[in-house]
């Protein structure tokens, strides 16, 4: 029997936002408890710290240099349509392969429906967090989660196995929630107390689904997976901006898969993974074929604790919103070097490369690419830059740009290079 598939999806979630991936303070019973009864995976992230891009990518497979929407867009009908060059998504195989599609709530790949969903009950984006605009009103999240509940009820003995999104817009600012929610970080110390007072209510809706599901006879055979789009910095990186950089905050996010017949309780998956492996990995739930051209991995050998051959580091993309530059970045688990086109003009944000030690300097607060280090040093007595740290990472990063296409990540990889070789 094919799995029913229901994909709950927050917006500008940080990894460290929920109590299974060690934070302190959070209050995500729920959330934590399906992470306890199937797998959360350690290293999750998305391939472009911004909402269209990311999304675009997690339906169609592909990176977004391939499907070129590289930017936040409004007021368009369409942008599978009208910008992505890549234009068949997960949900068109998913109606081949005989599925029921619902999607609810922030599409923000276009205002008009899009035509691969028997249910259709999404909106782009902006709008606020209330149905009706007031704070004290309907919380758009529960009230999706209303729709998804009678959409599960209406599926339960028709026969056909089903693919669902509920799409939350929280905790993406404005950060708002229901009073009863800020009651755990209010007098506290605790900052952003909206932000997390809306993943507290977030976490509140999965147990509702969680409950529907056990109550309507689904639990079993229905594959469960929570992630967000992308992290957000709480304005604390470079430009003042939620997201679009390379750090932690922006990149990382979280991934939670359960199906008690599939998935063992307290799986946990430290292998690098991100959004583009989303699609494949559905895909194989559905018993459907991969398309080569995909740029993600299924998950299933990973959920299943098979040693498969598996990527050593994670590639990112981006552009950076006050100074409109180009990056690309690898993450390993021990260093990251996020590498920047050369900026055409003086800007007062532009910057340098960066490396970062995730090992020594996991909060990312200093810059090694032109720090001098303290375990050596050359001819002339100076104490030499991480040379040799950053050629293996720009090496890396090239193989990475270059197995899925993209030409830009090759050429920065290659400039990169160069500059260590004159280093000398």
Known sequence: MKPNI???MSDQQRWDSLGCNGNRFVSTPHLDQLAADGARFENSFTPWPVCTPARATMWTGVYPHQHKVTFNIYDMGNVIEDVSRERRTLFESMKDADYTTAYFGKWHLGDDAPGMFDVWEGFNSLGGHWVDGRRDGIYK???QTDQLIEFMEQQTGTGKPFIAVNSYYPPHDPYTAPKQFYEPYRGKGVP?????AAVSALDHNVGRVMEALERLGLRENTIVVYFSDHGDTFRYREGWAYKFVCHEDAIKVPLIVNCPERISAGTVVPSMV???DLMPTVLDWAGLDIPDYLHGKSLVPLL???SVPWREA???QN???HTNVEQRCIRTGEWKLILNERPRTVRRYASSNYLFDLVNDPEEELNLYDTPREDGHNQYGHFPPFTDVITELA???RKYAEEIGDAFGCELADNCLTEMRNRG
């Open 6 to 8: 229901i994909l709950l």
């Open 395 to 397: 090496q890396l990063l």
């Open 192 to 196: 952003f107390a909206g932000y997390y």
């Open 274 to 276: 991100g959004l583009q």
């Open 314 to 316: 994670y590639y990112v």
């Open 141 to 143: 999240p529960d009230f």
């Open 319 to 321: 552009i950076t919103r």
């Open 304 to 306: 299943s604790g098979e």
